[in-house]
Each structure stands twice: as C-alpha cells, then as structure tokens.
C-alpha cells in the first residue's frame, strides 16, 4: 500500500493519558524542539521574502555591490516592468505554458493512475517503477536529455517523424530546428515537464483508488453505469481533494520552471523567457546587474504563487492536515 | 470468456507501452553513453549500441572537464547531499516530535507556515539569498549551500516524518518513563530506533534535494573547483555542446545513484506528499 503513515493526522489523545498528575508539562518542550527549525526557516525563507519586498523598491546594481547604500527608487522598478511589453510577453508564456503543461500533466497522470489500478499486481509494479525513473531523473539531465532526442544531428526524435509516412506528420523532419523560436522550444519544454510530473499525479491517483471500496463500482455496474459515468459519479468525488492538491501542486511547480528552460533556451534567447527566467536574467545575466529590477519581478512572481498558494493552505486545512 | 481475455491483453499492452515510452528517454541517455561517436552521430540511430564502448566513461571519470577531475564534483555534490541529509533529519525529527506528540499555542500556525514555506519559489529568494552569501563571504563555498539545502528540505521532511513519529505508541514512551529513563534516553532508546524506516525514507528525499539543485549551485558557485555535479554538466554542455557521448556519460553518471534511492523509496515519499488527502 501506498500510505505507510497511518496515523497522521491523529491528534496524540491527551485526555486519555490516565492519572491526574500532569505527567512531563509541555511547557517549554515543544517550542524547544522547534526552535532550531523556526531560526532556519526565519533566516533562510522568511527574511528573504522580506528583502525581496524591499528590494524591489530600490536600485542595486554593481554600486551596490561595492558597498553603496541602495538607493529608494519608490516603485520605479514595477512602472518599468509593468510599461515594458516585454514583461507582458514573459507572463503570457509563463501562465499559457502552465495552463497547457497542468492539463496535459493532470490528464495523462490520472489515466496512468488508473491504468495502474486495472492492471495486475506485478505488471503494476513493473510500470510504477518505469514512470517513477522519470520523476526521478534530475532536472538538468532530464533538460539535456530531451535536447539531445530533439537535436538535429542524430536526435531519435526527428528520425521517427521523418521515417513516419508524411500524410500523417507531414515531411521535411529531419533538419527541423525545436530549438529557434519559442513555440518549439516550449514543446519540447512542455514534454519534457509532463513526463517528469506525470508519474506523481499517477502515484497518488492511484494511492487514492486504492482506498474507494470496490463494492461501490460494483453497484454502479449493477445499475447499468459504464466506465465513463463510474468515474465521474464516483472516483473524481471521492478523490477531488486530492485532485485539488495535485492541481495546486503543478500549479507552482510549472508556474516557475526553471532549470529545464535555462538549459534549453539559455540566457541569451530572451524570446522564450518565462518569468523566473526573466527575473534571474535581469538580477544576475549582464555585467551591470539590476537587482532591484529583478526582485520586482521576482516579486510578481511570488505573489502570483502566494494566491495559489493560499489556496492550498486552505484545502489542506479543511483537509484536516494541520490537526 | 473471450472479451475478458481480450481486454487484460489490452491493458498489459498498454502497460507495456506506457513503461516503454517512460524509460525510453534515460534508455537513450544510457544507451548512447555505450556508443561509439559513428553511431551517435549516423543517420539512422539504432536503439541499441551495435559496438558497445567505455571510451566516453572513461573519458570522463579520467578526464578534466573545466580543468577539475570527475570525483571532485562527485566529492562536492555528496558532501552536499550528506551535510543537507543530517542537519535536516535531525532538525526534522525534533520538529515531527513537537507537532505529533504535543499540542502547543502556536502548532496550527506553525504548520501552516510550513507549508507555505515549502510553496515560496527558490527562483525569487535566490536574489538575496545571492546577497546575504556574499555579505557574509559564503558564495563560492559549500558551506553558504548547505545552508540553503537544509531550509528547503526541512520542511517537507517533517510534514512526513510527523506521521511516523505519531504512529509510534505512546504507550512505549510512557513504559519507558516508568522504568525512570528519562527523556533524553526514552528519545534514544525508544523513539529513534522505531522512527528509523521513516527517517531513512525522509533522508532519501532531502538527499536527492541536494543532490539536484541547480539554480542556487549554479548561482553561488564560482570557482571550477567547487562546483557540483549538476553544474559540471551544464558547464560541460554548454562549451561542448555536440559531444553527446561524454555528456550522456556524465549524465548517466549523476542520474543513476539518484533513480535507484528514488525505487527505494517512492512508495513512502508520495505518502508524505499527499498524507492524509485520501481519507478512505
């Protein structure tokens, strides 16, 4: 089984714990054991995030980094990005790329997910551990990876679209360049991110099917109700909030990707720039680096992430995960 | 009969053919790491090596790509992982233990800042975090890394070790206590030993966290000498961009330690994702 954690979410019974005599006072134990986490976390992500805030109101370039003081631009650096069609461009990308690699990872996930459940104990087992090597390749290979199958001298991939009969992918394969202009690279990007994704969504639709009661689909077949209707009326019900948490997930993870663009476009194609890649382009890509301006997109960035972000907090609240 | 045999045939082929197309990436990556240049480069790629070679991972391992040899970024890369799996463990198991164990004021608070903390992109903190190193002349070492790795592999390792912590009966603990030991021992004695699968797993989760980062290495990193696997490579691609066999190699090189932790423990690592989502 897929849940190995069967007690979490239970709250430790106080009540319960006998005599009157108030055994060990958790006074000062629990914040203790926190503590070092908190510090971590304070000085490492909490302040951080508050630099970025202030950052993103000032001018720090190379003066800055020779030891002046920044200087308060006010919002200088968000009338900049916000006049600049490119920022505009970069966005578009960014959320067109996150609404087409979220469907494709949610969709081709849960039919893997279910194909898992259908299939045999050992053959599921053989495929789970095929689609888990995906999630588990780096990044970096993964991104230098699919550029080699995409690449024009020896790439696997254009060899097959040009061996296949041309009425059907059309001719011309075997130069064809994924690498120089944005589209293509995005969909070599996109194929690369929901082979990636995919397998997780997998995994946990199929942790979930595991805990329906079979009787409830037998029922449903009883009652004349085919494949289709079975999952609508009563696996995406029951598994919604898990659903709901993958949607959020990939929703973050393919909102800022990063590693895998910078290694098939690099720095230097602006053109196929997403947000993370513009904001780290504008802070650290030139010699005369505008830190200032980047946290502002940065912080574009962040806030867009926070709001899905709260929405998460919110479902696995009503999860009952924070009990 | 029939259609019942029918449609288990259909769905193994279509196993098979899912499990096919999900390999076949890392299949070509290894598969072109054994082949000669000829074949790498011929017109028509064969999937298999026809004249298989170590020449590229021998190249490689033996080799200097960007003046440094191969077991140096290896060195790198898992002083890394280890620092970043030991510190985060640690400060994860007594982190897991106050939130499974007590009810305190700020536990709610303190989990939802968790989860928070593990949505903020790295792609935005590594702007001052690129500062803050260099002010306090951490660029450029291991140490400034580490420090990142842990924050960002903390939290998630606790949200899973919560709930091996919790599965451990109290009544154990409570035994223990009576015998006189107290909780420092009760902690060693009782607690770690059978929390330990669970730490093992979380261990295998921050371990490839390290293991993989790429934008703060690549950030905070300047000398050749101090890079880590994953910035070697893209070194590499980057100035021989065409030399697919010593890359595939190298890439293969850094991949494999990571996919055989991952089957180890994949099962354990999506509960701890997804916990409690499912409430059958």
Redesign the interface.
């Known amino acids: 089984?897929?849940?190995?954690?069967?007690?979490?979410?239970?709250?430790?019974d106080?009540s319960s714990?006998g005599p009157p005599r108030r055994?060990?006072r958790?006074r000062l134990?629990?914040?203790l054991?926190?503590a070092?986490?908190?510090a971590?976390?304070a000085?490492?992500?909490?302040?951080?995030?508050v630099?970025?805030g202030l950052?993103s109101f000032q001018k720090?370039g190379n003066r800055q980094?020779r030891g002046e003081p920044a200087e308060s631009v006010g919002a200088e650096n968000y009338r900049q990005i916000f006049d600049d069609p490119f920022f505009w461009q970069t966005l578009r990308q960014t959320v067109l790329f996150a609404v087409v690699a979220v469907s494709l990872t949610l969709l081709v996930g849960t039919l893997?997910g279910l194909?898992l459940h259908?299939?045999?104990g050992r053959?599921?087992n053989?495929?789970?551990?095929?689609?888990?090597?995906?999630?588990?390749?780096?990044?970096?290979?993964?991104a230098?990876?699919?550029y080699?199958?995409f690449?024009t001298?020896?790439g696997?991939v254009n060899?097959t679209l040009d061996a296949l009969p041309d009425w059907l992918v059309g001719g011309g394969w075997a130069d064809y360049n994924w690498f120089g202009s944005p589209l293509p690279t995005y969909t070599v990007l996109t194929v690369c991110v929901v082979?990636q994704a995919c397998?997780?969504v997998a995994?946990?639709v199929l942790?979930?099917l595991k805990?329906?009661p079979s009787e409830l689909y037998e029922a449903a077949r009883v009652d004349g109700s085919g494949p289709w209707r079975s999952f609508w009326s009563i696996t995406f019900p029951l598994?919604k909030?898990?659903f709901m948490?993958?949607l959020v997930?990939s929703i973050?993870w393919d909102?800022?990707v990063?590693?895998q663009l910078?290694?098939m476009a690099g720095m230097a194609n602006r053109d196929a720039f997403n947000l993370?890649l513009y904001?780290?382009s504008e802070?650290?890509g030139s010699l005369n680096p505008k830190?200032g301006l980047?946290?502002a997109i940065?912080?574009v960035?962040?806030v867009l992430?926070?709001v899905?972000?709260a929405l998460?907090?919110r479902v696995?609240?009503r999860?009952?995960?924070?009990k | 009969m029939r259609p019942r045999l029918l449609r288990r045939f259909a769905l193994n082929a279509t196993g098979i053919a899912v499990f096919a197309l999900s390999v076949f990436p890392v299949f070509w990556m290894v598969s072109t790491a054994f082949k000669p240049n000829d074949e790498i480069f011929s017109s028509t790629p064969h999937p298999l090596p026809e004249h298989p070679t170590v020449r590229h991972f021998h190249d490689v391992l033996t080799g200097r790509i960007a003046e440094v040899a191969f077991w140096e970024y290896f060195r790198n890369s898992l002083i890394l992982a280890v620092v970043t799996v030991v510190v985060s463990g640690l400060l994860a198991l007594l982190a897991a233990t106050a939130i499974a164990r007590y009810r305190f004021r700020f536990r709610t608070t303190f989990m939802v800042l968790l989860l928070v903390v593990q949505m903020v992109p790295l792609e935005a903190l590594v702007i001052p975090l690129f500062l803050d190193a260099r002010r306090l002349q951490l660029l450029n070492s291991l140490a400034g890394l580490a420090a990142v790795y842990i924050a960002f592999a903390v939290p998630f390792a606790i949200l899973m070790l919560r709930g091996f912590v919790a599965a451990v009966p109290k009544e154990l603990e409570e035994a223990a206590a009576i015998d006189g030991a107290g909780p420092v021992r009760t902690f060693f004695t009782v607690l770690l030993p059978l929390v330990a699968p669970g730490l093992v797993a979380t261990s295998i989760f921050s371990f490839i966290t390290a293991w993989n980062e790429f934008i703060f290495a690549y950030t905070f990193l300047d000398d050749q000498d101090k890079f880590t696997l994953p910035i070697m490579l893209q070194y590499y691609f980057g100035h021989n961009s065409t030399a697919w066999g010593p890359i595939m190699a190298a890439s293969t090189l850094l991949t494999v330690p990571v996919i055989v932790f991952f089957l180890l423990v994949q099962r354990r690592m999506v509960s701890g994702l997804t916990a409690g989502a499912v409430k059958g």
């Not at chain 1, 999860?319 to 924070?322: L, S």
Request: positive net charge; aromatic residues 12%; charged residues 5%.
């Open positions: 089984m897929i849940d190995t954690a069967p007690a979490v979410g239970r709250a430790p106080r714990s055994r060990r958790p134990g629990p914040y054991l926190i070092p986490t908190l971590v976390i000085v490492l992500t909490l302040w951080p995030m630099q970025i950052m720090v980094l893997i194909l259908k299939l045999g053959m599921s053989l495929v789970a551990s095929g689609v888990m090597i995906a999630w588990a390749t780096p990044p970096v290979t993964a230098i990876v699919f080699w199958l690449g001298t020896g696997a060899w082979w397998p997780f995994v946990s942790a979930g805990s329906v598994l909030p898990i948490v993958l997930m973050i909102f800022k990063f590693t910078f290694i993370s904001a780290y802070a650290f830190l980047g946290s940065a912080m960035l962040t992430l926070l899905v972000t998460y907090v696995m609240v999860q009952g995960e924070t």
